[in-house]
């Protein structure tokens, strides 16, 4: 018998039932033992992978996924053959060794997920990056985004959406993806680690909260600099000059001429300027379809009691969320990052213009939930052509929005009944967004289609939370759901299609929507690098 934990297999045990309120000191060993029916102490070692409420179930239960080696744990899979709730783990995945050779020193923009787990992986392979960000740096920008809030002063290089932590500072904090991706353990555990946040390792759908996303950038920001990363604020990328090969030979930071054979272009889908930058710079862009509509806003105690059966919040089970999607004879629209116990907030970029997303503390305490029903536009379906026909429509939506809303960041809105009927609203009802809201008819800013999709799937959702349909309001415009423009790039090296030494990365590129995946796509531009020799 071997008595070692390493030469057992390891086991991945899903779907354990957990006993009820066992946050703390559960003893999984024992869990363990009951579940796979051994001895207590023939569980060598056990690990929690995944958590989550099952609250469907009345009472609610909590089931896990665990990782563990246990004593004959070969016997035991022979045992259980067939069983898809206990099999071998699989192995770790190696990560692919590079073959894009650098000879500069890379420069990364944008400290958004992208950039900053972009820039951390470019110095782990000894390339000691410098990491430019438009935006100030986590504190000032809090001031700057607090100010926003609170009068509607918009700093154009300092927002929601510039600054460290790029739009994921002031975001919701969800921090999973559908996506079976091998990167997200290690950014998990650094995103874990960073914000002293252990919880997001093992729950089944991790949140973060923008309270605990700002304090992981400042751990985040130490462990870079630790790594070898240069950080600079206040920096904009302005101009890539390239030689006659449309290589990459240099790049302007305001005003600055730095030599580089290699960019790694993390700015994010709100960056305007460098998306018209790389068209005059020739680099190949295409439109990509996106999704606009309107964030709408309800108690947060009706979607509690259609998902939970409970109005109120328990401590197991946090506030309920929901996403759904709809379709119909050729109409179509869905739920997109909803904000249980959130806020609805203005997360403009730029004067005279509005866009609206929502955002939640970690205690995701607010009494309204917020979801923007979204509905998809493909490109050819809107007026003009080249690769920014999406960036100019999501822009006029916006300065629409903006207008009709009467200025300083009040959002044009509309109660859910009233959006159903086709009429404006006598007057809005509670909110949770700070800058005012102004009555208005949504279809005077939205085009017909999204309208009827949106009708059609706020009806359809009532099905699910009766009374969807009966309360609560809409806030326009929401138009930054995903990147309009993907950067075209080469598998094998990364490059941008057309201009070796560009390396477009994260959801400006277009590869990527959400803090993870961000990261993710961060993460994987320099797998193809090579280490430099140290
Ligand atoms: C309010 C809100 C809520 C959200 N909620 C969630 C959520 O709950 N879960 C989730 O997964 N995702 C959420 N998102 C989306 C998520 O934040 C983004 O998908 C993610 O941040 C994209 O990462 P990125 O690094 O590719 O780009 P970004 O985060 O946009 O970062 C790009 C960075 O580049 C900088 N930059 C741009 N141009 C230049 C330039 N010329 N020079 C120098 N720097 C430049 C910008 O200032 C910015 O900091 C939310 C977004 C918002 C706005």
Known sequence: MTDSPTDEPRLLVRQVELPPGSDDGLDLSEVLASRLDVDREDVLSARLLKRSVDARSRPPVVRANIEARVRAGRRLLDRHRGDPNLVEAPPPKQAPVGHVRIQGRPIVVGAGP??????LALAEKGHAPLLVERGRSVRPRW???????????????SNVAFGEGGAGTFSDGK???RRNDPRTPFILETLAEAADAPDVLVDARPHLGTNRLSRALFALREKLEAAGVELRFETRLEDVELDDERRVR?????GERCETDAVFLACGHSARDVQDLLVARGVTLEARPFAVGARIEHRQELINEAMHGQAEVSEELGAATYSFAWSRRGLSAHSFCTCPGGEVVAASTEEGALTVNGMSYSHRLQPFCNTAVVVEVPPEDLPGEGPLVGVEFQRRLERRAAELGGGAQRAPAQGVPDFLAGRKSREMGPTSFRLGLESVELGELLPERVVASMQGAIRNFARRVPGYDREGQLIAVEARTTSPVRVLRDDA?????????????GEGAGFAGGIVSAASDGLRSVERIAERAR
Do not use: H, I, M, Q
């Open 143 to 157: 001031k700057d985004v607090r100010r926003y809030w609170r009068d509607g002063t918009l700093d154009a290089e």
């Open 175 to 177: 921090v999973y993806t």
């Open 493 to 505: 090296t990364g490059w941008s299609v057309n201009t070796p030494g560009l390396y477009p990365v």
């Open 250 to 254: 240099s790049v302007t930071l305001s």
């Open 114 to 119: 992208a950039g900053l787990f972009c820039a």
